[in-house]
């Protein structure tokens, strides 16, 4: 089972400024990643796949990038609609498996 | 628009089956184009795959929920399954219905449904 390591656990930003949210898979995944933003009493959005493609709607703010065992999420100019639990999730092999969650605050 | 829609027992017994089915709309559960999987969050907790078929191919399913989980599908109705058999405390959560792509990202997704396991 490939094993997937988010980092922070939580991260705490001022509008306006960037966050960058890391993802590490125990094994190499290509670039078999997806992001997904969770809310409280929502389904979690699909914001990015294939590691770096950003999913239909999602604003040009978000942007993804790595290959193998090393990812990145980045969210330039935070907006207070940002808050929310952020996951990666690795489709590269069965089982899929998510992160545990980075947790971003609106400061 | 694909649209996925959970419904069923919003309590279930300890030791009893926990038995979900996701609607489908604007697509079809017959395409073996996509898999149809299923998704848990318990509270307070991440996200939980539970496991994803793709008509008349293979099931897969996590390790750790296999020898409890069957996934199952109607074309007739459009829906697919989940059953949780013996479940506990510990099986409490929201579940979600989802929609991917062979090696691909959960791009569609229900709303999600609270199961509560309890007497």
């Known amino acids: 089972e490939i094993v997937m390591t988010q980092s922070p656990a939580t991260l705490s930003v001022s509008p306006g400024e960037g966050a960058t949210l890391s993802c590490r898979a125990s094994?190499?995944?290509?670039?078999?990643l997806g992001w997904y933003q969770k809310k409280p009493g929502q389904a979690p959005r699909l914001l990015i796949y294939?590691?770096?493609t950003r999913a239909t709607g999602i604003p040009a703010r978000f942007s993804g990038s790595g290959s193998g065992t090393e990812f990145t999420l980045t969210i330039s100019s935070l907006q207070s609609e940002d808050s929310a639990v952020y996951y990666c999730?690795?489709?590269?092999?069965?089982?899929?498996?998510f992160g545990g969650g980075t947790k971003v605050e609106i400061k | 628009q694909l649209q996925l829609q959970e419904s069923g027992p919003g309590l279930v017994k300890p030791s009893e089956t926990l038995s979900l089915t996701c609607t489908v709309s604007?697509?079809?559960?017959?395409?073996?184009?996509?898999?149809w999987g299923w998704i848990r969050q318990p509270p307070g907790r991440g996200l939980e795959w539970i496991g994803s078929?793709?008509?008349?191919?293979?099931?897969f399913y996590s390790p750790s929920l296999k020898s409890r989980v069957t996934i199952s599908v109607d074309t007739s109705k459009n829906q697919f399954s989940l059953k949780v058999t013996s479940v506990t405390a510990a099986d409490t959560a929201v579940y979600y219905c989802?929609?991917?792509?062979?090696?691909?990202?959960?791009?569609?997704w229900g709303q999600g449904a609270l199961v509560t396991v309890s007497s």
């Open positions: 989802a929609r991917h792509p062979p090696w691909g990202s959960l791009e569609f």
């Open positions: 999730q690795q489709c590269n092999d069965w089982p899929l498996t």
């Open positions: 294939d590691a770096s």
């Open positions: 078929f793709t008509y008349g191919g293979s099931s």
């Open positions: 604007g697509g079809s559960t017959s395409s073996s184009s996509h898999y």
């Open positions: 094994h190499s995944i290509n670039r078999n």
